[in-house]
DNA sequence: CTTGACCTTCCCCTGTACTGGAAGGTCCAG
DNA sequence: CTGGACCTTCCAGTACAGGGGAAGGTCAAG
């Protein structure tokens, strides 16, 4: 199978591929006499997978280190758990810090909605923020 | 003043404050016969408005749309308030979108504590994603 | 035989908010 | 007069995950 039809399979581009490939979370792909990449048909789980791992957040230097794992025999489930536990507590981080945001711009939208913009002091940019 | 001294003031670094000239958000300053910058002291309070602005989740093009009303010499109010409606919709898609991904990495990391992680089949790379 | 779809490598570009460093000029204290 | 702190400009790079497009090779159909 070519490139553009395994991009088509796992629902990506020729060239993301292409681009997995040099960042090393695909291997290097056999050759066609005339050069052209040619796939098992089961390179498309490989991409589903990095696929799922993108769904659960992870960058694909984290997923090329689970590949990097299972690729050398030995199996990734104790770094997949730990990288999932490392990724909740960035996920947690994230919901509190936005709900934090999400607070103080809810103050500062309902000063805002308060009416006499007139009073506005030149000097001050703007009275709202 | 000088560059320096103005970043400390405003508590950042003389190479931001360039970097913010270069980007519109600060007026070109004036020169030193020397070829120094020499701001005004109340310069600090354009650097106060655009911390307080990223602290609000603005980027740095919003803020300079605020800064570019204001200067142009009529009152962004109106802006901030439809800049603060739209930035608190982002902030509630974000946290949703965060919920969900923190609810689908439990269940993961839920079925990663299972025992018996034996059963691995080398063929699905881990069977935990 | 030609056309169009597909493939190859290559290098640069996107957006965000800076940061680092080189090469050189200025200012002030000792 | 020299050293160090400060300033100037410009170039380049960071992290992230690709995208754009050039220049050229290959393949199958009509």
Do not use: W
């Amino acid at each position: 199978m070519r490139i553009g039809k395994l991009a088509q399979r796992a629902g990506t581009r020729a060239k993301t591929l292409r681009f997995y490939e040099k960042q090393g979370l695909l291997p290097p792909a056999d050759r066609t006499p005339s050069g052209y990449r040619d796939y098992e048909p089961d390179a498309v789980n490989r991409i589903d997978f990095i696929h799922r791992g993108q769904a659960a957040g992870l960058t694909l230097a984290q997923i090329r280190q689970i590949l990097d794992i299972r690729d050398s025999g030995s199996s990734p489930c104790e770094h997949v758990r730990n990288l999932l536990d490392a990724r909740l507590c960035e996920i947690e981080q994230q919901i509190a810090q936005l709900t934090a945001l999400h607070d103080s711009v809810v103050a500062l939208r309902d000063a805002a909605a308060d009416p006499a913009p007139a009073t506005c002091d030149p000097g001050l940019v703007c009275r709202y923020l």
